[in-house]
């Protein structure tokens, strides 16, 4: 069983950054697609970033393109979101989340993510 684990939201103003981590235990990051999901208040959740299993192949939605970065970091287990440019609209609960199952083929759809974390709220002032 995966235990995902966010950390690093907050209240920024706009043009601000943050970096969100997350921490996995019980499952490598390096044999399951890792994604960021976000749900802001009234709305369903929407996919954000994806990386691949094998760390070579990053997706964004359009929105965050160019502002927003997916890392990883083997050695600590832990997937990262680096966020700049933030604006108002970017504020939601952030959720990192695992896929069902390991090794296969990237996807963005939040139904094939099995694990997801408690999720850390990311608020943009204007």
């Known amino acids: 069983q995966v235990t995902l684990v966010e950390s690093g939201g907050g209240l920024v103003q706009a043009g601000g950054s943050l970096r969100l981590s997350c921490a996995a235990s019980g499952r490598a990051i390096s044999t399951y697609n890792m994604g960021w999901f976000r749900q802001a208040p009234g709305k369903e959740r929407e996919f954000v970033a994806v990386?691949?299993?094998?760390?070579?192949?990053?997706r964004y939605t359009d929105s965050v393109k160019g502002r927003f970065t997916i890392s990883r970091e083997i050695a600590k287990n832990t997937v990262y979101l680096q966020m700049n440019s933030l604006q108002p609209e970017d504020t939601a609960v952030y959720y990192c989340?695992?896929?069902?199952?390991?090794?296969?083929?990237?996807?963005?759809?939040?139904?094939?993510?099995?694990?997801w974390g408690q999720g850390t709220q990311v608020t943009v002032s204007s």
């Open positions: 990386m691949s299993w094998g760390g070579t192949t990053t």
């Open positions: 989340a695992s896929h069902r199952r390991a090794y296969t083929p990237m996807t963005t759809n939040p139904a094939d993510f099995g694990s």
